[in-house]
T-cell receptor, first 113, second 118 residues
Framework: QQQVKQSPQSLIVQKGGISIINCAYE??????FPWYQQFPGKGPALLIA?????SEKKEGRFTISFNKSAKQFSLHIMDSQPGDSATYFC????????????FGGGTRLMVKP | NAGVMQNPRHLVRRRGQEARLRCSPM?????VYWYRQLPEEGLKFMVY????????ESGMPKERFSAEFPKEGPSILRIQQVVRGDSAAYFC????????????????FGEGSRLTVL
């Protein structure tokens, strides 16, 4: 069964540091790769997404880097803040599951003051 | 503009009872997805519905689980004869169109229904 593999499972970063989360996928049905952010007790919400016609997309402190040949994409959080502490999920519309998004296992990020 | 509304937010059931979880999608959204999240785990797809139709139920257990999205009213995820392993957060998401027509893969999630089976 095709999967979306995410690493690391958990991450602790000092305030002001860079948080990096990686994701690897198999064949996709459609061309978009989103990252979702989930705070405790809440539902996930779209944070940023990229289409593979570009290798990088930046929105504020959040950047997605995309490597189509390697089938990998990553989320970089610059100048990490305690308010960024949350669980982050990458997702992809896999080829054999085109009706839904398949999510990675999640990364629990803690940003220490 | 209300978001995706799920209720109940918390539900406690004893083994063997039935659980009914309701989801009202965002206004104008006709596509509904149900996901399950076990503690400390990711989101697992269960079922995708449009009004009056189940489009994809490949992630739904074959027994005890069913889902519907009637012409009028919310989508309902029904779990019969619950067992302890059903304890999880169940999230509903909606979108205005199917993923084939999407540009970002954005699903709008509710805050979830947390089921505890005693």
């Amino acid at each position: 069964q095709q999967q979306v593999k995410q690493s690391p499972q958990s991450l602790i970063v000092q305030k002001g540091g860079i948080s990096i989360i990686n994701c690897a996928y198999e064949n996709t049905a459609f061309d978009y790769f989103p990252w979702y952010q989930q705070f405790p007790g809440k539902g996930p919400a779209l944070l940023i997404a990229i289409r593979p016609d570009v290798s990088e997309k930046k929105e504020g402190r959040f950047t997605i880097s995309f490597n189509k040949s390697a089938k990998q994409f990553s989320l970089h959080i610059m100048d990490s803040q305690p308010g960024d502490s949350a669980t982050y999920f990458c997702a992809a519309p896999l080829w054999n599951a085109g009706n839904m998004l398949t999510f990675g296992g999640g990364t629990r990020l803690m940003v220490k003051p | 503009n209300a978001g995706v509304m799920q209720n109940p937010r918390h539900l406690v059931r004893r083994r063997g009872q039935e659980a009914r979880l309701r989801c009202s999608p965002m206004k104008g959204h006709s596509h509904v997805y149900w996901y399950r999240q076990l503690p400390e785990e990711g989101l697992k797809f269960m079922v995708y519905l449009q009004k009056e139709n189940i489009i994809d139920e490949s992630g739904m257990p074959k027994e005890r689980f069913s889902a519907e999205f009637p012409k009028e009213g919310p989508s309902i995820l029904r779990i019969q004869q619950v067992v302890r392993g059903d304890s999880a957060a169940y999230f509903c998401a909606s979108s205005p169109r199917g993923l084939a027509g999407a540009s970002t893969g954005e699903l709008f999630f509710g805050e979830g229904s947390r089921l505890t089976v005693l």
